[in-house]
C-alpha cells in the first residue's frame, strides 16, 4: 500500500469515528483531506463528505431560522433594543453558514468535479453544488440572493443534465436531485407551480420503472418519493384554484 493509499485510508477511518462521536467538523476536516487527493471518490466517501457538511450546515440553518423568527417577534412588539441584539448574533451565524459553503463549493471545483469520470458522482457533485449555493440564497437579499439563486440553478440544471441521460427515474441520487429541485423553485424562485410540475414528473416516471428498482435502493428510493409526493399534496393545496400542474 503506497503512501497516499495509507493516508486516505486513516482519514476515512477518522471521518467514520468522528461521525460515531456526532463531531461532524472534524468529520468534514478529515473528508477534505481525502477530496484533496484529487483522486475519485468512492460512494462511501462520498456520502461521509456529504453527511459531514450536512450536519455541520443543519445545525447553523436551524439557528439562523429561529433567531430571524424571534427577530421578527421583537420587532412587531417595537424592542429595538433587543432587536439590535439579535440582528448583530444572527449576522455571525450568517457568516458561518456562509463560509462553510464557500468551502465544500470551492472543495467541488476545485478537486471533485475535476476527478469525477462517472456519471453518478457528477450528479452528486452538481446537486451539491444546487444545494449550497440555495442555502447561501436563504439568508441573503437582494443582489447577494439573486447571484446565489442563479449558481444554485446552475448547478441544479448541470445535474440534472446528467441524472437525465445516465441516471434511472427511479435511482435515489436523481430522485433526491428532483426532490430539491422542487423545495429550490417553492421556496426560492417562488414558483410553486414549477415546484409542483417537477415533483410531479419525477414521481410519474419513478412509478412508471417501478419494476426495475433494485433491491439495495428500494428503501431509499421510495421514501424520497414519498417525500415527493408529500411536498405534491401540500404545495398543490396552496395554489389558486385555477392554477393546476401541467
Same mark, same amino acid.
Given at each position: 500500500?503506497?503512501?497516499?493509499?495509507?493516508?486516505?485510508?486513516?482519514?476515512?477511518?477518522?471521518?467514520?469515528?468522528?461521525?460515531?462521536?456526532?463531531?461532524?467538523?472534524?468529520?468534514?476536516?478529515?473528508? #477534505?483531506?481525502?477530496? /484533496?487527493?484529487?483522486?475519485?471518490?468512492?460512494?462511501? =466517501?462520498?456520502?461521509?463528505?456529504?453527511?459531514?457538511? #450536512?450536519?455541520?450546515?443543519?445545525?447553523?440553518?436551524?439557528?439562523?431560522?429561529?433567531?430571524?423568527?424571534?427577530?421578527?417577534?421583537?420587532?412587531? /412588539?417595537?424592542?429595538?433594543?433587543?432587536?439590535?441584539?439579535?440582528?448583530?448574533?444572527?449576522?455571525?451565524?450568517?457568516?458561518?453558514?456562509?463560509?462553510?459553503?464557500?468551502?465544500?463549493?470551492?472543495?467541488?471545483?476545485?478537486?471533485?468535479?475535476?476527478?469525477?469520470?462517472?456519471?453518478?458522482?457528477?450528479?452528486?457533485?452538481?446537486?451539491?453544488?444546487?444545494?449550497?449555493?440555495?442555502?447561501?440564497?436563504?439568508?441573503?437579499?437582494?443582489?447577494?440572493?439573486?447571484?446565489?439563486?442563479?449558481?444554485?440553478? #446552475?448547478?441544479? =440544471?448541470?445535474?440534472?443534465?446528467?441524472?437525465?441521460?445516465?441516471?434511472?427515474?427511479?435511482?435515489?441520487?436523481?430522485?433526491?436531485?428532483?426532490?430539491?429541485?422542487?423545495?429550490?423553485?417553492?421556496?426560492?424562485?417562488?414558483?410553486?407551480?414549477?415546484?409542483?410540475?417537477?415533483?410531479?414528473?419525477?414521481?410519474?416516471?419513478?412509478?412508471?420503472?417501478?419494476?426495475?428498482?433494485?433491491? =439495495?435502493?428500494?428503501?431509499?428510493?421510495?421514501?424520497?418519493?414519498?417525500?415527493?409526493?408529500?411536498?405534491?399534496?401540500?404545495?398543490?393545496?396552496?395554489?389558486?384554484?385555477?392554477?393546476?400542474?401541467?
Amino acid at each position: 500500500m503506497s503512501n497516499a493509499e495509507k493516508e486516505r485510508e486513516t482519514h476515512v477511518y477518522m471521518a467514520k469515528l468522528a461521525e460515531q462521536a456526532e463531531r461532524y467538523e472534524e468529520m468534514v476536516e478529515s473528508m #477534505k483531506q481525502v477530496a /484533496k487527493l484529487d483522486c475519485q471518490l468512492t460512494m462511501e =466517501e462520498r456520502n461521509l463528505l456529504s453527511v459531514g457538511y #450536512k450536519n455541520v450546515i443543519v445545525a447553523r440553518r436551524a439557528s439562523w431560522r429561529i433567531m430571524s423568527s424571534i427577530e421578527q417577534r421583537e420587532e412587531s /412588539k417595537g424592542n429595538e433594543n433587543y432587536v439590535k441584539l439579535i440582528k448583530g448574533y444572527r449576522q455571525k451565524v450568517e457568516e458561518e453558514l456562509s463560509n462553510i459553503c464557500t468551502d465544500i463549493l470551492g472543495i467541488i471545483d476545485k478537486h471533485l468535479i475535476p476527478s469525477s469520470s462517472s456519471g453518478e458522482a457528477t450528479v452528486f457533485y452538481y446537486k451539491m453544488k444546487g444545494d449550497y449555493n440555495r442555502y447561501v440564497a436563504e439568508i441573503k437579499t437582494d443582489q447577494e440572493r439573486k447571484e446565489a439563486a442563479e449558481q444554485s440553478l #446552475k448547478g441544479y =440544471e448541470a445535474a440534472s443534465a446528467t441524472a437525465n441521460t445516465d441516471l434511472p427515474s427511479t435511482h435515489p441520487i436523481r430522485l433526491g436531485l428532483s426532490l430539491n429541485f422542487c423545495v429550490f423553485y417553492h421556496d426560492i424562485m417562488n414558483s410553486p407551480e414549477r415546484a409542483c410540475h417537477l415533483a410531479k414528473q419525477a414521481f410519474d416516471e419513478a412509478i412508471a420503472e417501478l419494476d426495475t428498482l433494485s433491491e =439495495e435502493s428500494y428503501k431509499d428510493s421510495t421514501l424520497i418519493m414519498q417525500l415527493l409526493r408529500d411536498n405534491l399534496t401540500l404545495w398543490t393545496s396552496d395554489l389558486p384554484e385555477d392554477g393546476g400542474i401541467v
